[in-house]
């Protein structure tokens, strides 16, 4: 069945409102398949992805989703041709200026993770502009990872962690997980509680690796720019069915 556009405003009843994931993360793959399929150039396919992902963002908000952490930009994505490189930074920086008065008019808190250093001057001004603006909003938190890396996230925390022991603020012994997780980025949001990847590969393409040791997967053949509502149901439904049991038995 095709969803229409204007279906599932509205949980679906056979969610249950108690269990869903406080925390979804995202790694949306399948723009540049999308867009082939469709005869397309590749860049048609990651502005399809814009309106997918803001379906969902809203979609979350109207089932109850606390937070959704999309993969935008990995730190290996530099080495797609520069032209399509471009369009991506461009693409970030437009859709952050045409979004925020709506953003804040939904009270979504945006938050960027990543290193956000070597982005460009002119998106990392709209990155900074965009925080700011929302960060008192108390509506769904927003985490959008760009140049973002897993294995960096770790190094550089492992990094601020040693420069504190150097400086005696803390001891060895007092490094635990608890510790470790407030120097990650996602300090404030926490650990997603199911991450969804589209496009079919099973791969976790260093996307929040500490922070998935729990999380549930769900996997979809779908291209991300067809996402949508009713496959975020099937994603939600499949999580339901699953009993988390955390290492225990
Ligand atoms: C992966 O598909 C997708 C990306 C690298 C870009 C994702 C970005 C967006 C959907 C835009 C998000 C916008 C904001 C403002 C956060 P791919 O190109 O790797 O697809 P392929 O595997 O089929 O080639």
């Known amino acids: 069945m095709i969803t229409k556009p204007s279906a599932l405003q ?18 949306m793959d399948g723009n540049g398949r999308w867009a082939k399929l ?23 908000r109207d089932w109850g989703i606390q937070a959704l952490t999309v993969y935008a930009f990995s730190s290996e994505n530099w080495g797609r041709p520069l032209e399509e490189v471009n369009f991506l ?6 859709v952050l200026r045409q979004e925020l008065q709506e953003m804040m008019e939904e009270n979504v808190r945006i938050n960027f993770v990543g ?46 962690i040693a420069e504190q022991v150097q400086q005696g603020l803390i001891q060895p012994e007092q490094i635990d997980e608890a510790l470790f997780e407030r120097h990650l980025y996602t300090s404030e949001v926490g650990d997603p509680d199911l991450l969804i990847r589209t496009s079919g590969e099973m791969r ?9 040791a729990y999380s549930e997967l769900y996997v979809t053949e779908t291209l991300w720019p067809d996402f949508n509502r009713e496959e975020f149901h099937y994603a939600l439904r499949s999580y339901q069915k ?7 038995v």
């Open 89 to 94: 930074m461009t693409l970030f920086e437009r």
């Open 10 to 27: 509205q949980l679906p009843a056979d969610l249950d409102a108690e269990r869903l994931p406080k925390h979804v993360a995202v790694i």
């Open 242 to 248: 699953r009993e988390r049991r955390f290492g225990k």
């Open 204 to 212: 976790l393409s260093n996307f929040l690796l500490w922070q998935v």
């Open 38 to 60: 469709h005869g397309m150039p590749r860049f048609m396919g990651h502005r399809r992805g814009v309106d997918t992902l803001k379906d969902l963002l809203r979609c979350c």
């Open 115 to 160: 290193n956000l250093d070597s982005l460009p001057k002119s998106l990392q001004e709209e990155i900074r502009r965009s925080v700011e603006n929302t960060r008192n909003n108390q509506g769904i938190h927003f985490t959008i990872a760009t140049n973002y890396g897993g294995r960096q996230e770790i190094v550089q925390a492992c990094r601020a």
